[in-house]
């Protein structure tokens, strides 16, 4: 596929068929990344959101028929709940102050976001997504929409709940293991798509957990990288070239050095993919 208008590369992209429901494949969005703020591309598929990320070993290339794709990574796009997407945009729209519940702003109005024109692409799916965690108020035809902290907390308790019992059924350590830590590691999992203000304190107070032990055992604390805004080869892939390239100053390649045979975690052979600067 092409990755962006105007930029003339292919990329290997493992998504679900879009031409299988008879629909075109959707958009490709650049979206603020809910906990850091940085620029991440997100997938649009027959209404349904997904998060890319990418994985490249030192070496490699895709045939693709009779054309050979240089580009060796491998893209994916994994489902997200468009909550955790629209948290930071519906929290700053209804600028809150103190104890004032903030404003009731339009759908088309929360979703304008400077410099990010792909949240209006989220117009579609925004209402029935955001009902669950917002104050709606009806005025003729128009609706309102506020955030409400309570109901975003009843939804993130339910996702640790739902989560917890999911990562049980996963894996057997999990099955054995005492009930206050699985629940630290399903928070923990939820802390790479939460602020730790005022979402991930508010969370771990409701839970009474510790705040400092669910972020460290984040993911993102350590096995995610997201890729800088600007650049798709770093972290991931520039630091494996530089690994596997390396080359003595008269110019010849130095001795590779051994590496390890043994298995790794899924997790640290993805990053989220970042849209190039036009």
């Given at each position: 596929m092409v990755w962006f208008d105007g930029v003339d590369e292919i990329r290997l992209l493992v998504a679900p068929d879009s031409g299988a429901s008879g629909s075109e494949?959707?958009?490709?969005l650049s979206l603020r990344h809910p906990k850091s703020g940085?620029?991440?591309?997100?997938?649009?598929?027959?209404?349904?959101?997904?998060?890319?990320?990418?994985?490249?070993?030192?070496?490699?290339?895709?045939?693709?028929?009779?054309?050979?794709?240089?580009?060796?990574?491998?893209?994916?796009?994994?489902?997200?709940?468009?909550?955790?997407?629209?948290?930071?945009?519906?929290e700053e729209a209804r600028m809150k102050k103190g104890d004032n519940p903030g404003k009731l702003r339009l759908l088309d109005e929360i979703l304008s976001v400077d410099g990010y024109p792909g949240y209006q692409n989220l117009m579609s799916i925004a209402e029935s997504s955001m009902r669950v965690v917002c104050e709606i108020k009806e005025i003729g035809s128009s609706k309102f929409f506020r955030l409400d902290d309570a109901k975003v907390l009843t939804w993130l308790h339910y996702k640790v709940l739902q989560l917890k019992d999911t990562l049980r059924t996963l894996d057997k350590n999990y099955a054995v293991q005492n009930d206050k830590d699985t629940l630290?590691?399903?928070?923990?999992?939820?802390?790479?798509?939460?602020?730790?203000?005022?979402?991930?304190?508010?969370?771990?107070?409701?839970?009474?957990?510790?705040?400092?032990?669910?972020?460290l055992k984040a993911p993102g604390?350590?096995?995610?990288?997201?890729?800088?805004?600007?650049?798709?080869?770093?972290?991931?892939a520039?630091?494996?070239?530089s690994a596997g390239e390396k080359r003595t100053r008269s110019g010849k390649q130095a001795?590779?050095?051994?590496?390890?045979?043994?298995?790794q975690n899924i997790k640290d052979m993805f990053c989220r993919a970042s849209r190039k600067k036009s």
């Open positions: 494949m959707g958009p490709l940085s620029r991440t591309c997100y997938h649009l598929n027959g209404g349904t959101l997904h998060e890319l990320q990418w994985f490249k070993r030192s070496y490699g290339s895709w045939f693709l028929g009779d054309y050979v794709c240089e580009d060796g990574r491998l893209y994916t796009a994994t489902p997200i709940d468009p909550v955790f997407v629209l948290l930071p945009v519906f630290i590691d399903a928070v923990s999992i939820l802390a790479e798509y939460l602020k730790e203000e005022p979402w991930l304190e508010l969370l771990c107070n409701h839970l009474k957990l510790d705040l400092q032990e669910a972020i604390s350590g096995k995610f990288q997201s890729a800088e805004e600007g650049s798709l080869d770093y972290p991931c520039t630091q494996a070239k001795k590779k050095e051994k590496v390890e045979t043994n298995s």
